[in-house]
């Protein structure tokens, strides 16, 4: 009895290693696929990565900077792309994750797959495209003669994070879309939204040197996820410091909470996912 209890088990261990092995396998080729696509039949292809964050960031700087008077923030270009870039992973990332149930719907009916894989998928596609965005900023550090330091290493805990972060709202979104269409568009107003409350391109200092504004909306700005993402990240590279420890509670905190809320509403409801794709 022994005997069998032990090979049952080691039989058990095997079929989920060589479950998770074949769902790495199909991860990877749908990023790949994923990043093919994004270029194919495009000139300049994946320059398109590096040029467009610092079109973004030229034209973006001579309007908040000289227009809207933004020059307070010291480096204000670099400030101004790499809260861009970052902030663009996460549209990027969830974006796709709230489509990734419903645009995998064809497969999803052909092929035995674990669902989790797509909006998963969706993360890592985003994040290959933000690691090409990075060259941009390499460039802008490059001109105005910026050296990096030891400090950019913080950038690697706010990239991990961020993509926990990201998997957990993209398989929440992803699965509410598949059975609440509405999510569709209600998510790009909620991104909208997201952007101005987030400060890419406009600086913290516009409300605390402001007197009229109220503590609470503060303190609504520096709960906002994204606002301690990019922090993290600014002080990495722009500020060239180690980040605040209530900055990088917070951004563990927000992957902690996204990804649980993500996998219970993806694991109790992705079994209905084939009634209604």
Same mark, same amino acid.
Request: proline content about 3%; overall charge positive; aromatic content about 14%.
């Given at each position: 009895?022994?005997?069998?209890?032990?090979?049952?088990?080691?039989?058990?261990?095997?079929?989920?290693?060589?479950?998770?092995?074949?769902?790495?396998?199909?991860?990877?080729? #749908?990023?790949? &696929?994923?990043?093919?696509? *994004?270029?194919?039949?495009? +000139?300049?292809? $994946?320059?398109?990565? =590096?040029? !467009?964050?610092?079109?973004?960031?030229?034209?973006?700087?001579?309007?908040?900077?000289?227009?809207?008077?933004?020059?307070?923030?010291?480096?204000?270009?670099?400030?101004?792309?790499?809260?861009?870039?970052?902030?663009?992973?996460?549209?990027?990332?969830?974006?796709?994750?709230?489509?990734?149930?419903?645009?995998?719907?064809? #497969?999803?009916? &052909?092929?035995?797959?674990? *669902?989790?894989?797509?909006? +998963?998928?969706? $993360?890592?596609?985003? =994040?290959? !495209?933000?690691?090409?965005?990075?060259?941009?900023?390499?460039?802008?550090?490059?001109?105005?003669?910026?050296?990096?330091?030891?400090?950019?290493?913080?950038?690697?805990?706010?990239?991990?994070?961020?993509?926990?972060?990201?998997?957990?709202?993209?398989?929440?979104?992803?699965?509410?879309?598949?059975?609440?269409?509405?999510? #569709?568009?209600?998510?790009?107003?909620?991104?909208?939204?997201?952007?101005?409350?987030?400060?890419?391109?406009?600086?913290?200092?516009?409300?605390?040197?402001?007197?009229?504004?109220?503590?609470?909306?503060?303190?609504?700005?520096?709960?906002?996820?994204?606002?301690?993402?990019?922090?993290?990240?600014?002080?990495?590279?722009?500020?060239?410091?180690?980040?605040?420890?209530?900055?990088?509670?917070?951004?563990?905190?927000?992957?902690?909470?996204?990804?649980?809320?993500?996998?219970?509403?993806?694991?109790?409801?992705?079994?209905?996912?084939?009634?209604?794709?």
């Amino acid at each position: 009895m022994a005997q069998a209890s032990s090979d049952s088990k080691s039989l058990a261990k095997t079929h989920v290693k060589g479950r998770f092995s074949k769902d790495i396998f199909i991860l990877q080729q #749908l990023v790949t &696929k994923d990043f093919k696509l *994004r270029y194919r039949r495009s +000139v300049l292809g $994946v320059v398109w990565s =590096v040029l !467009n964050p610092l079109l973004m960031m030229i034209i973006m700087s001579f309007v908040f900077q000289y227009v809207f008077k933004s020059g307070d923030v010291v480096n204000y270009p670099l400030y101004l792309i790499v809260g861009n870039i970052t902030f663009q992973l996460m549209s990027e990332a969830t974006n796709g994750g709230l489509n990734s149930i419903i645009g995998a719907a064809s #497969l999803l009916k &052909k092929v035995k797959i674990d *669902r989790w894989v797509f909006p +998963v998928q969706k $993360v890592f596609s985003a =994040v290959v !495209n933000f690691l090409f965005s990075l060259i941009a900023v390499a460039v802008v550090m490059a001109f105005f003669r910026i050296m990096p330091t030891y400090h950019m290493v913080w950038m690697l805990y706010a990239i991990a994070t961020l993509m926990v972060f990201c998997i957990g709202i993209g398989m929440l979104i992803g699965a509410l879309a598949v059975f609440f269409r509405d999510m #569709l568009h209600l998510w790009s107003v909620l991104l909208t939204a997201w952007t101005y409350l987030t400060p890419i391109f406009w600086s913290l200092k516009l409300l605390t040197d402001n007197p009229e504004v109220p503590s609470f909306v503060l303190a609504v700005v520096k709960i906002n996820p994204m606002f301690n993402y990019l922090e993290v990240m600014r002080s990495a590279i722009v500020y060239q410091s180690t980040p605040s420890r209530m900055c990088l509670l917070l951004c563990a905190v927000w992957a902690v909470i996204a990804l649980i809320a993500g996998i219970l509403v993806f694991k109790k409801t992705e079994h209905k996912f084939i009634l209604y794709i």
